[in-house]
């Protein structure tokens, strides 16, 4: 048995040194090694967009079709990497405020999937808003609720006291 390579990744700030398996995702890792539950399993294949994560530059990553090894030496944020010291992030504020969630399965890919709308158009239009969420499948809402929190979020990025 040959021993498992080393990845080093900095999840939400803290810098790790983890064993993995070669065919271990990112979302494997970030569930199983590293203890964090936010990031959920939906398909495994791409599709729904609920293991959505962001990296380094904001983007948005499906973490169940990344290879963890291709992460080595890199960043990536969670959902749980939005909060800061016990403040939402304005994408969370405006999600609350404007009640963008239903079952609450999918939120942590759909508020990442924003955050990175939001990282590339702090005002987005509602193109973008679309392009930026069509990899994210929600079955219990329309998005209506969760459009207008995107559209809205730059009031909370604003007034970073503003309570949702």
């Given at each position: 048995?040959?021993?498992?390579?080393?990845?080093?990744?900095?999840?939400?700030?803290?810098?790790?040194?983890l064993?993995?398996?070669?065919?271990?995702?990112?979302?494997?890792?970030?569930?199983?090694?590293?203890g964090?539950?936010?990031?959920?399993?939906?398909?495994?294949?791409?599709?729904?967009?609920?293991?959505?994560i962001?990296?380094?530059?904001?983007?948005a990553?499906?973490?169940?079709?990344?290879?963890?090894?291709?992460?080595?030496?890199?960043?990536?944020?969670?959902?749980e990497?939005l909060e800061?010291?016990?403040d939402?992030?304005a994408?969370?504020?405006?999600?609350?405020?404007?009640?963008?969630v239903q079952?609450g399965?999918?939120?942590?890919?759909?508020?990442?999937s924003?955050?990175?709308?939001?990282?590339?158009?702090?005002r987005?239009?509602?193109e973008q808003?679309?392009?930026?969420?069509?990899?994210v499948i929600?079955?219990?809402?329309?998005?209506?609720k969760v459009?207008?929190?995107?559209?809205?979020?730059?009031?909370?990025?604003a007034?970073?006291?503003?309570?949702?």
């Amino acid at each position: 048995m040959s021993p498992k390579p080393l990845l080093r990744l900095t999840v939400n700030g803290d810098a790790l040194e983890l064993l993995v398996s070669p065919q271990q995702t990112l979302l494997d890792v970030i569930r199983d090694q590293v203890g964090l539950m936010g990031t959920k399993e939906g398909c495994t294949t791409g599709s729904c967009g609920v293991c959505t994560i962001n990296n380094a530059r904001g983007e948005a990553i499906l973490s169940c079709l990344t290879p963890a090894l291709e992460w080595d030496g890199q960043s990536i944020t969670t959902i749980e990497g939005l909060e800061r010291l016990g403040d939402l992030d304005a994408i969370q504020k405006s999600f609350v405020h404007y009640h963008a969630v239903q079952c609450g399965f999918c939120t942590p890919g759909v508020i990442m999937s924003a955050k990175a709308v939001l990282n590339r158009h702090p005002r987005p239009t509602d193109e973008q808003i679309n392009d930026g969420m069509a990899g994210v499948i929600c079955r219990c809402t329309g998005h209506i609720k969760v459009k207008e929190a995107i559209r809205e979020a730059h009031a909370f990025a604003a007034d970073p006291a503003a309570k949702p």
